[in-house]
């Protein structure tokens, strides 16, 4: 499966911007998610890019550079229910299943 | 409509036992996938089902196995347990299973093995 990177912990102030990274393999490259996780809940999902540039939903955005092999999630604004686990995840090549990144917990302080 | 259902929410068992887990999807959605969570580890795939047919299988030894039953309800067993198995199971459910569909978590099994 593909290899995924992304920081372990990040700290935000309320009302701030803060942008998690992610860098994966180009090679065999179906797409890139990004899911939330709070403490002791299912993740739920964000958004899902497959072409380049940036996707806008509300106070979060995702952008995917194919050629780098780069994702970003920016969230704007932030809350403090924002605080959470972020997943950067793509799909095996040839099969159904999803390689996960291990994981950027961000911590929101007021 | 109702979210992807996993009984039960908590497990506690003793190497060399084995467990059961369950997971009803989404009403309508076909199937199934199951992931492994561990702090170290992060979530791994186990294995996806599709009517009733597994059709991809993670890098998990053969004590893993799983099933599908016609109303797309699914079971994964771990036989002999170990230490190691200690985790969150989570399950998740897409309409048809393609690589571009969402996934919909349940909000797991914690399986501890003492």
Same mark, same amino acid.
């Given at each position: 499966?593909?290899?995924?990177?992304?920081?372990?912990?990040?700290?935000?102030?309320?009302?701030?911007?803060?942008?998690?990274?992610? %860098?994966?393999?180009?090679?065999?490259?179906?797409?890139?998610?990004?899911?939330?996780?709070?403490?002791?809940?299912?993740?739920?999902?964000?958004?899902?890019?497959?072409?380049?540039?940036?996707?806008?939903?509300?106070?979060?955005?995702?952008?995917?550079?194919?050629?780098?092999?780069?994702?970003?999630?920016?969230?704007?604004?932030?809350?403090?229910?924002?605080?959470?686990?972020?997943?950067?995840?793509? +799909?095996?090549?040839?099969?159904?299943?999803?390689?996960?990144?291990?994981?950027?917990?961000?911590?929101?302080?007021? | 409509?109702?979210?992807?259902?996993?009984? +039960?929410?908590?497990?506690?068992?003793?190497?060399?036992?084995?467990?059961?887990?369950?997971?009803?999807?989404?009403?309508?959605?076909?199937?199934?996938?199951?992931?492994? !969570?561990?702090?170290? !580890?992060?979530?791994?795939?186990?294995?996806?089902?599709?009517?009733?047919?597994?059709? =991809?299988?993670? =890098?998990?030894?053969?004590?893993?196995?799983?099933?599908?039953?016609? =109303?797309?309800?699914?079971?994964?067993?771990?036989?002999?347990?170990?230490?190691?198995?200690?985790?969150?199971?989570?399950?998740?459910?897409?309409?048809?299973? %393609?690589?571009?569909?969402?996934?919909?978590?349940?909000?797991?099994?914690?399986?501890?093995?003492?």
């Amino acid at each position: 499966g593909q290899n995924i990177d992304q920081p372990t912990e990040m700290t935000a102030t309320e009302g701030a911007i803060v942008q998690i990274n992610c %860098t994966y393999q180009t090679s065999g490259f179906n797409g890139l998610f990004w899911y939330q996780q709070h403490a002791g809940e299912a993740p739920t999902f964000l958004s899902y890019n497959v072409l380049d540039g940036l996707e806008e939903k509300g106070r979060f955005s995702s952008f995917l550079s194919r050629s780098k092999g780069y994702s970003y999630l920016l969230l704007k604004e932030l809350q403090m229910k924002d605080s959470a686990s972020y997943l950067c995840a793509s +799909p095996d090549t040839g099969r159904r299943a999803l390689t996960f990144g291990s994981g950027t917990r961000l911590q929101v302080q007021p | 409509k109702a979210g992807v259902t996993q009984t +039960p929410r908590y497990l506690i068992k003793t190497r060399g036992q084995q467990v059961t887990l369950s997971c009803s999807p989404i009403s309508g959605h076909r199937s199934v996938s199951w992931y492994q !969570q561990t702090p170290g !580890q992060g979530l791994q795939f186990l294995f996806e089902y599709f009517s009733e047919t597994q059709r =991809n299988k993670g =890098n998990f030894p053969g004590r893993f196995s799983g099933r599908q039953f016609s =109303n797309s309800r699914s079971e994964m067993n771990v036989s002999t347990l170990e230490l190691g198995d200690s985790a969150l199971y989570l399950c998740a459910s897409s309409l048809a299973g %393609t690589v571009d569909e969402k996934l919909f978590f349940g909000s797991g099994t914690q399986l501890s093995v003492l």
